[in-house]
């Protein structure tokens, strides 16, 4: 019989109860993504061998890419501290010949001054005074040079302004060498492209934190309560009561705290999904159709006076419109409503009632 989805499970079931016994930092209960890196890579191996065909194997990390690089110190090209590019995990450093950021290898200088010979500092370029050329002079007020490679650029450039060149240089810095060429991977997460372009969250915003050993105590309690008297005949009511109790005033903390932080996006987010509910100024507000820009959160008026909303956008990209914003209407291409009665935009926003709109015959607001 072929191995199914249940034995892998019961495999990883028995390989983390193992590992959670010798490990220090893991827990019994623990999930997999809150094991140690050691633990979660046994748990899918144990697995991926009890059922081959069902678990994917661990990661084989064939893909990865840069996160640091420095010269070498005999010359034989760039030292690149990685990660994988799949699971994220640390890799151990390679050295290449190329550079992974042209930069790096620009034959420019970078001038500071350096502590005089015997204060006890090393210089800021990371040299010992005696591992600098003789004919530098280290002084405090007659600055030396050294090569751009040695000096630690990355801590003191000064990162470029949010916008579209910050995010070109982060999708840049997601390429890296494998078999001589250069392979880009798509491993940008949406909170490091808010940040290059300036989409920051409020500074005010409401966090939601729960520590470990409070996920751990609500889940045990949930374990119990799901598998009931006949796992556990000795359960009493009293303490079924006394638990929920003690866990209550916490879930209700949590639960007050995701109902400010959803108002919150609620009040400043966008739901992209949804072209008729835009954030003020949202860039997705407006859709591109064959060289021509259209509002997409505002009523639409024809030449008979009729109104229609915007409710979403066809295969083409065209804007579909809705007859008086009823659902039981059949919706209809805006390109269409243009060629059979012609249709303009307004200054109503499409959040604004249907009830709430002039009905003046063929003017416009």
Known sequence: MKPTLLDAAEAAGRAAEAHAAACGTCSAGDRLAELCPDGQRIVS??????????????????????????????????????????????????????????????????VHACPPVGSGFTPCCGRTPFELPRTDRIT????????????????????????????????????????????????????????????????????????????????????????GRTAFPDLTDEWLVRKSREVLPELLDVVDGLAARVEELEATGCRCYDPTSHAAGCVKAAVRWQGRTYPAAVWYRDGEGEWWAPVSTDTRGCLVLLLDGDHSNEPVPLDRVQHEYGVSSTSYGAHVQRGDLPDAAGGQP
């Open 140 to 227: 405090v007020d007659e600055p030396t040079t050294c090569p751009a490679g040695k000096a630690p650029a990355e801590e003191t450039a000064v990162p470029a302004a949010p916008g579209p060149a910050r995010l070109a240089a982060l999708m840049r810095s997601r390429q890296h060498w494998r078999d001589g060429r250069v392979v880009s991977e798509a491993t940008i997460s949406q909170a490091e492209i808010r940040d290059a372009l300036g989409w920051t969250e409020p500074t005010d915003a409401p966090a939601v934190q729960w520590d470990r050993a409070r996920q751990a105590k609500v889940r045990q309690l949930v374990r119990v309560i799901t598998a």
């Open 45 to 110: 191996e144990a697995a991926h061998q009890a059922a081959p065909n069902v678990v994917d194997p661990p990661c084989p990390h064939t893909s990865w890419e840069v996160t640091s690089e420095y010269p070498a110190r005999d010359g034989s090209g760039w030292v690149k501290s990685r990660r994988c590019a799949d699971c994220g995990d640390s890799l151990d450093p390679v050295t290449e010949p190329e550079p992974h950021w042209p930069a790096a290898a620009a034959p420019a200088e970078v």
